[in-house]
C-alpha cells in the first residue's frame, strides 16, 4: 500500500465526520435483516459498523443488548453487568440503548459516576476483582470499535472470566440478536433512558480509583517515582484520559498528558498511513505528534480509544515496532517477577515475532502459541497458567506480582506503565534493550501485507489444511513445518503458516473486511524477506486459482 500524501498531517476539515448527521443515522436508518452486510456479526473483537452503512444502529444494539440479558438468564449470570464506553461518537446513542433494554431485563449494571469513559482493561480488572469475593458471578460489556475511524461503533461481551468471550458465546448472542432484527425486534424488553438512569439497578460506581490503586500490584510504580522517569502521555482522545492525571497523583510520577482533548470527531489526529483517520497508536503516523516529542521526556505511551492497546515511544528509537516491544516485554518480565512459577507459559500469537520464540527458549522457559485473537489467553491469565499474552497488534497483559490475574483482556495502561519500570529499573530504554536482543537471538525483518479478496477466497485461505503445501522450500531454505492448527492449543489458524530456520510467512483471511493478510518475517536480511514475499504471495495465487467461480 502506498502512503498517502497528507500521511502523519492532522486532518483537515472537510475530512471530519459530520457528528450530528452520525447520530441520527443511527437512530433513522434501519438496516435490512436479510442483507448479511447489515447484520449482526461477531468477529474477533464484537460487532463493529457505521451507522452510515446501516451496519450500528439503533436496532443492532436494542437486539445485541436483549440476546446478552437473555444468555446471562440462560447462563445463570445473577452477578452485577459492568458497562463501559470509549469517545467515539456512536459510543453515547449505544450506551443508551444498552442501559434501556439491560434494565428493562431486570440486569443490575454498573457505570462510571457522571456517565463518564470506561476502558476496556477496567471493565476486565472490575470483573476479575468482583468475582474472587462473590458467588454471584459478573460480566461485562464495552462499547467502543477500538482503533476504528471515527464513523465507527463497536460492542464487546466479556464473560465471568474478564476476557473476550470465545466463539461459542458470541455464536448464541449474535444468532439471537438477527432473529430479534428479522422479528422487527419483537421480543426486545424496553424502557426509557430517564426511567433507567433512575432505576435502583443502574448503579453509577467510580471505576478509577479502584483500578489505579491496584496498579502497584502489576507494576513497579514506586521504582518509576524514585528514579524520576519524565513520562509523557497521549490518549489519543480515548476512553483512558481521567485516569492518567490520577496515576501520576497516586504514585508521585513526573507524568504530563501531552493531548488533553477529546472530540468524537477525533480532529486533531494525525492521518493514517492510508489517509484515514485512525486511533492507531502502533502507528508512526497516526502517533507522529507524540514522536516528534520524544526527545523532551524519558518514556512517551500513547493508546487508542479504548485503552487495550499500546504505542512506545523512546529518546532512542522513537515508536517501537509492536513485535519488538512484546519481545523486550517478555524478557524482562522473566528476569524481573521472581515470584512467577518457572512453569508459567508464554503467550504469543502465531503471526507474532518469531523473536518471542528465541527470547522464551533462550529464557528456559515454554512457549504458548495460538491462533489470532487475544481470546485464547483468557483462561490462562484467569488461571493463572499463562504469566503474558501478547498480539502483534499492540495488545498485551500480563500477571500480577503474585502470580494472580490482574486482567483477561489487553492493558495498555500496563504496558505504557512496563516501559517505564524498565528504564527505572535497568537504566536501559526498551529500544536499547530490543538491540541488544537482536545481537543476542538474530535481527528479524517482519512485514504484513493487506490485499483485497473476495468472499470465495477467503473461505478457499480457511479452509487450507497441511497437504495444501507442496513445495518443499521457502526462500531457498527447506520447509520444517506447515501449520494449519496453532501448537499451543490445537485451535485451528483459519489459514497457514510455514516454517523454515530463517524465516516465515502466514496467509490467513480478515475476519471483518474482504480482504487477507499475509504475515513475514526473515532472520536473513532484506533480499531473503523480498524472496520470502515472492514466493508466500505465489502461494496465495495458486490457491485462489484453484477456485471454481
Known sequence: MSVHPKAGQVASKDQLINVCQLISSYYELKPDAANPLQQVSFGTSGHRGSALAH??????????????????????????????????????????SVLQVLIANGVQVRIQQGQGFTPTPVISHAIICYNKTHSEQADGLVITPSHNPPQDGGIKYNPPHGGPADSDVTDIIQRRANQLMAANLHGVKRIPLEQALASPLCQAIDYIEPYVEDLHQVVDMAAIAKAGIRIAVDPLGGSGIDYWPVIARRYGLDLTVVNEKVDPAFGFMPLDKDGVIRMDCSSAYAMSQLIQLKDQYDIAIGNDPDFDRHGIVTRSGGLMNPNHYLAVAINYLLSNRPDWPAGLLIGKTLVSSALIDRVVAARGRSLYEVPVGFKWFVDGLASGTVAFGGEESAGASFLRFDGSAWSTDKDGFILGLLAAEMLAKTGVDPYLQYQALTKELGNPLYRRLD???????????????????????????????????????????????????????AARPSGTENTYKIYLESFVDAKHMARLEADAQAFVEAVFATIKE
Open 55 to 96: 451496519a450500528f444502529n439503533e436496532p443492532h444494539l436494542l437486539a445485541i443488548s436483549q440476546a446478552v440479558a437473555e444468555y446471562r438468564q440462560q447462563a445463570g449470570i445473577t452477578g452485577p453487568l459492568f458497562v463501559g464506553k470509549d469517545t467515539h461518537a456512536l459510543s453515547e446513542p449505544a450506551f443508551a
Open 451 to 505: 490485499a483485497a479478496a473476495s468472499p470465495a477466497q477467503k473461505q478457499a485461505l480457511k479452509q487450507l489444511d497441511a497437504s495444501s503445501v507442496t513445495q518443499t522450500e521457502l526462500a531457498g531454505d527447506a520447509i520444517l513445518a506447515v501449520m494449519t492448527k496453532a501448537p499451543g492449543n490445537q485451535a485451528g489458524i483459519g489459514g497457514v503458516k510455514v516454517v523454515t530456520k530463517n524465516g516465515w510467512f
